[in-house]
């Protein structure tokens, strides 16, 4: 209550209406599954279209494996399913396994970052180059490594050194500068006699702020230091700042390329972050590597403390470039040379998919002292996801990948206990009969998750050959779009797969009948109808949980609730409190009775709601306990429609 300590008219606002519970989203999926590139221990972004998933985890091209070979890029299908069945958000968690042969040869020669001791061995999967492979200090050129593992890591570098614009000028015979940053690289140039220019002209600079005689002071050339103040208008000095341009450039997709402008050379420049956060490391204007991470070159100073040793590894790395002509100091020289003068290539190499990930890298881990995760586990902060599946994990279920496989979808399911509001869409295997998709099924027995057979046959764009998909990318997209054209509480089935060619097996009416009772989801084909998710039953064997929706509506009730009840934490326990929770919760139910998601022709049949002394003992009061009882009546699918006809003769009333 607010105290009133001085007469006077006071004027308060209050509320007279019950606190509301807003539904929460039903439709953000997680996938979990190995991909081209991108961050594997990084909390996901949100993607919504597969060009922001290739952005990050690379494009739709087969994986190569080094001992299970190439295999279809599952996760990239699996998101393109997603958003053309219908899908709108999801978080993609990448895995890759690390080369078991610690032998593997990445690149021919590269360099130990703390030691600068010559290395030929490589397992991270990570591609990387040297910007002069043949210098004779290893520890004076630069390391440029692939932010992230994988074979899309194998790319081009393109460094293009900028001259900017006159920065120089005089008011009277007074030296003023704009644009001038400290560390910043500057060319001081003598445009009247460029053949014969006298000490400092036509060299590059380190520019650094001189408190004690508060003037810029020039540093690393010939006559250094030279003071701002120093320089006469009559010399016909300029002074230019040189930044670097880094064009990134994918080896089998070129038209990918991205550029970052206007980068300064100096590691410890205001533009780079802190040396403090990252010592001696170049981020390509990154503070630290969690940060844009869409840069895919992490550059390495190593040993290269200011920006003229920067520019000095370019330069020295041009002359022993064969295809470098005229040198890039003398293409420096001119501002006005063509960019082609002053740029130097170099190719990433060594960047590998790693191993196929198994059942442990699934269930992914905490990095110790650290706030990093993989797999799974980095799902567990993103509270709004709703749907997890592991695309293409089930390959080879029969073929000796059974016991991952079989690791994965139990690590899915206790997931999605655990988490309490989400539901696993479970792979077959491939190529599985009915015995066998059946015995795989019978290892398995949870209400939050759900079996679909068979894999989905679609044209693959990379091939141009047809080839079959796990369907849990389908069944996702499906499930997205069944709640945004209708509700969560409808079954998600007798729903069209528009990518659809066919599946991997043609069921017919007999033999759905054998796999629906044991909550096996099947693709159907109907002639005129199309190709259809033909079940919507859980993998659970108690038949109040059966089938998908009432587990998916009563987990969207309890986020519901859960999320709109917060308020009431710390609140007096008492009946003012217990009237308010229930007006709240009854408001909600009423709003979902009267869209239709509840059985009964009245909203006392549908639902109740209870919170007063006849739920909560004084025990339950006594340890700051309320106690809330509520009851929905669910709606079921009319999975089976019986019409029954008999003859009828027209006397009869």
Same mark, same amino acid.
């Given at each position: 209550?607010?105290? %009133?300590?001085?007469?006077?008219?006071?004027?308060?606002?209050?509320?007279?209406?019950?606190?509301?519970?807003?539904?929460?989203?039903?439709?953000?999926?997680?996938?979990?599954?190995?991909?081209?590139?991108?961050?594997?221990?990084?909390?996901?972004?949100?993607?919504?279209?597969?060009?922001?998933?290739?952005?990050? %985890?690379?494009?739709?091209?087969?994986?190569?494996?080094?001992?299970?070979?190439?295999?279809?890029?599952?996760?990239?299908?699996?998101?393109?399913?997603?958003?053309?069945?219908?899908?709108?958000?999801?978080?993609?968690?990448?895995?890759?396994?690390?080369?078991?042969?610690?032998?593997?040869?990445?690149?021919? +020669?590269?360099?130990?970052?703390?030691?600068?001791?010559?290395?030929?061995?490589?397992?991270?999967?990570?591609?990387?180059?040297?910007?002069?492979?043949?210098?004779?200090?290893?520890?004076?050129?630069?390391?440029?490594? /692939?932010? %992230?593992?994988?074979?899309?890591?194998?790319?081009?570098?393109?460094?293009?050194?900028?001259?900017?614009?006159?920065?120089?000028?005089f008011e009277g015979s007074t030296p003023k500068v704009g644009a001038l940053l400290e560390k910043d690289v500057v060319l001081l140039r003598d445009?009247?006699?460029?053949?014969?220019?006298?000490?400092?002209?036509?060299?590059?600079?380190?520019?650094?702020?001189?408190?004690?005689?508060?003037?810029?002071?020039?540093?690393?050339?010939?006559?250094?230091?030279?003071?701002?103040?120093?320089?006469?208008?009559?010399?016909?000095?300029?002074?230019?700042?040189?930044?670097?341009?880094? !064009?990134?450039?994918?080896?089998?997709?070129?038209?990918?390329?991205?550029?970052?402008?206007?980068?300064?050379?100096?590691?410890?420049?205001?533009?780079?972050?802190?040396?403090?956060?990252?010592?001696?490391?170049?981020?390509?204007? /990154? !503070?630290?590597?969690?940060?844009?991470?869409?840069?895919?070159?992490?550059?390495?100073?190593?040993?290269?403390?200011?920006?003229?040793?920067?520019?000095?590894?370019?330069?020295?790395?041009?002359?022993?470039?064969?295809?470098?002509?005229?040198?890039?100091?003398?293409?420096?020289?001119?501002?006005?040379?063509?960019?082609?003068?002053?740029?130097?290539?170099?190719?990433?190499?060594?960047?590998?998919?790693?191993?196929?990930?198994?059942?442990?890298?699934?269930?992914?881990?905490?990095?110790?002292?650290?706030?990093?995760?993989?797999?799974?586990?980095?799902?567990?902060?993103?509270?709004?996801?709703?749907?997890?599946?592991?695309?293409?994990?089930?390959?080879?279920?029969?073929?000796?990948?059974?016991?991952?496989?079989?690791?994965?979808?139990?690590?899915?399911?206790?997931?999605?206990?655990?988490?309490?509001?989400?539901?696993?869409?479970?792979?077959?295997?491939?190529?599985?009969?009915?015995?066998?998709?059946?015995?795989?099924?019978?290892?398995?027995?949870?209400?939050?998750?759900?079996?679909?057979?068979?894999?989905?046959?679609?044209?693959?764009?990379?091939?141009?050959?047809?080839?079959?998909?796990?369907?849990?990318?389908?069944?996702?997209?499906?499930?997205?779009?069944?709640?945004?054209?209708?509700?969560?509480?409808?079954?998600?089935?007798?729903?069209?797969?528009?990518? +659809?060619?066919?599946?991997?097996?043609?069921?017919?009416?007999?033999?759905?009948?054998?796999?629906?009772?044991?909550?096996?989801?099947?693709?159907?084909?109907?002639?005129?109808?199309?190709?259809?998710?033909?079940?919507?039953?859980?993998?659970?064997?108690?038949?109040?949980?059966?089938?998908?929706?009432?587990?998916?509506?009563?987990?969207?009730?309890?986020?519901?609730?859960?999320?709109?009840?917060?308020?009431?934490?710390?609140?007096?326990?008492?009946?003012?409190?217990? +009237?308010?929770?229930?007006?709240?919760?009854?408001?909600?139910?009423?709003?979902?009775?009267?869209?239709?998601?509840?059985?009964?022709?009245?909203?006392?049949?549908a639902y109740f709601v209870k919170c007063d002394r006849s739920t909560m003992t004084q025990n339950d009061l006594d340890n700051g306990r309320l106690?809330?009882?509520?009851?929905?009546?669910?709606?079921?699918? +009319?999975?089976?429609?019986?019409?029954?006809?008999?003859?009828?003769?027209?006397?009869?009333?």
């Amino acid at each position: 209550m607010p105290e %009133y300590l001085a007469p006077g008219v006071f004027v308060e606002e209050t509320s007279f209406r019950a606190k509301s519970i807003e539904g929460v989203s039903t439709t953000t999926t997680g996938f979990v599954g190995p991909a081209r590139y991108g961050p594997v221990d990084l909390e996901p972004d949100l993607i919504t279209s597969v060009v922001e998933f290739e952005r990050v %985890y690379g494009n739709r091209r087969q994986l190569d494996f080094k001992k299970a070979g190439t295999l279809h890029n599952y996760t990239w299908h699996a998101v393109r399913a997603f958003f053309e069945e219908g899908g709108k958000r999801l978080y993609v968690g990448r895995l890759f396994r690390q080369l078991d042969d610690t032998t593997y040869s990445g690149i021919d +020669a590269t360099i130990d970052i703390t030691t600068g001791s010559v290395q030929s061995a490589y397992n991270d999967g990570h591609a990387r180059a040297l910007l002069e492979p043949a210098a004779t200090n290893k520890k004076k050129t630069l390391l440029l490594t /692939a932010r %992230y593992p994988g074979s899309a890591g194998n790319l081009r570098v393109r460094f293009s050194l900028r001259l900017g614009q006159n920065v120089l000028s005089f008011e009277g015979s007074t030296p003023k500068v704009g644009a001038l940053l400290e560390k910043d690289v500057v060319l001081l140039r003598d445009t009247q006699s460029p053949l014969a220019s006298p000490v400092g002209a036509g060299e590059f600079y380190l520019a650094t702020w001189s408190e004690d005689v508060q003037d810029w002071v020039f540093t690393g050339g010939p006559g250094s230091p030279i003071a701002l103040s120093s320089l006469t208008k009559d010399e016909g000095y300029e002074l230019r700042v040189l930044t670097l341009a880094v !064009t990134v450039i994918p080896t089998d997709e070129p038209a990918a390329s991205q550029v970052w402008d206007g980068l300064a050379l100096d590691p410890t420049h205001a533009r780079n972050g802190s040396a403090d956060s990252l010592t001696d490391r170049f981020l390509l204007d /990154a !503070t630290q590597p969690a940060k844009n991470r869409d840069v895919p070159v992490i550059i390495d100073t190593q040993q290269l403390k200011t920006g003229l040793e920067v520019l000095q590894a370019f330069l020295d790395a041009s002359l022993a470039s064969p295809v470098m002509s005229p040198a890039l100091e003398l293409a420096l020289d001119n501002p006005d040379s063509p960019e082609s003068q002053r740029s130097l290539e170099v190719l990433l190499k060594g960047g590998v998919d790693g191993e196929r990930p198994q059942g442990d890298d699934y269930l992914g881990r905490q990095i110790p002292n650290t706030t990093r995760k993989t797999g799974l586990v980095q799902f567990e902060d993103l509270e709004d996801i709703s749907i997890v599946a592991a695309p293409g994990s089930t390959f080879g279920y029969e073929n000796g990948y059974g016991t991952h496989a079989a690791t994965v979808l139990n690590a899915l399911i206790s997931h999605c206990q655990r988490m309490k509001y989400r539901i696993a869409v479970l792979d077959s295997g491939n190529g599985q009969t009915l015995g066998q998709v059946r015995a795989q099924r019978a290892k398995i027995d949870s209400s939050y998750g759900a079996l679909y057979y068979p894999w989905v046959k679609v044209l693959d764009p990379v091939t141009r050959q047809p080839i079959f998909l796990p369907p849990s990318g389908f069944v996702a997209g499906i499930y997205a779009r069944n709640d945004v054209n209708r509700a969560v509480y409808k079954a998600p089935a007798n729903e069209v797969v528009n990518l +659809a060619l066919g599946f991997e097996s043609n069921l017919s009416k007999s033999q759905q009948e054998v796999l629906n009772p044991e909550g096996i989801n099947a693709f159907r084909y109907f002639e005129g109808r199309g190709y259809r998710l033909w079940g919507a039953r859980t993998v659970s064997s108690d038949p109040e949980w059966k089938y998908v929706n009432l587990r998916r509506y009563f987990a969207y009730l309890e986020r519901s609730i859960d999320k709109g009840t917060q308020w009431a934490v710390f609140e007096p326990n008492g009946d003012q409190l217990w +009237a308010s929770v229930r007006r709240t919760i009854e408001d909600f139910l009423l709003n979902e009775w009267q869209t239709g998601a509840l059985l009964g022709d009245k909203p006392d049949k549908a639902y109740f709601v209870k919170c007063d002394r006849s739920t909560m003992t004084q025990n339950d009061l006594d340890n700051g306990r309320l106690v809330c009882l509520i009851g929905v009546a669910p709606l079921r699918p +009319a999975e089976f429609v019986i019409f029954r006809i008999g003859q009828w003769t027209g006397d009869r009333k």
